[in-house]
């Protein structure tokens, strides 16, 4: 078998808290909305992450590169396509670049 890159749609579930609709990102990013964020107090526990199928024995899919935490449900996978990746080149403000850097 090849390896192909998947997109796994996993869900935290854990009882809801909510957190306040504008808060800052980082300790020093701009003051957003909730839902333009990636942050946990989203009210949405679904996250879609693109990984690396590395072997499939069974019922057993081993991945890398999947965001998430050991033990967390799987809800959905499905190849990844260039014709659904994002066209064109992606902006992202530098404050979430630099938020970024050495997370993975």
Same mark, same amino acid.
Do not use: H
């Given at each position: 078998?090849?390896?192909?890159?998947?997109?796994?749609?996993?869900?935290?579930?854990?009882r809801?808290?909510?957190?306040?609709?504008?808060?800052?990102?980082?300790?020093?990013? !701009?003051?957003?909305?909730?839902?333009?964020? $990636? /942050?946990?107090? #989203?009210?949405?526990?679904?996250?879609?992450?693109?990984? =690396?199928?590395?072997?499939?024995?069974?019922?057993?899919?081993?991945?890398?590169?999947?965001?998430?935490?050991?033990?967390?449900?799987?809800?959905?996978?499905? !190849?990844?396509?260039?014709?659904?990746?994002? $066209? /064109?080149?992606? #902006?992202?403000?530098?404050?979430?670049?630099?938020l970024? =850097?050495?997370?993975?």
């Open positions: 078998m090849s390896r192909s890159s998947i997109t796994s749609t996993a869900c935290r579930i854990r809801y808290r909510p957190v306040p609709a504008i808060r800052a990102a980082a300790p020093t990013g !701009p003051r957003l909305g909730i839902l333009a964020q $990636r /942050g946990k107090g #989203r009210p949405n526990r679904i996250g879609v992450t693109i990984c =690396k199928l590395l072997s499939v024995e069974g019922l057993t899919l081993r991945v890398q590169g999947l965001d998430a935490i050991d033990g967390t449900p799987v809800l959905d996978i499905k !190849p990844v396509m260039k014709g659904f990746l994002p $066209r /064109g080149e992606l #902006r992202e403000p530098e404050w979430a670049a630099e970024m =850097k050495g997370y993975w």
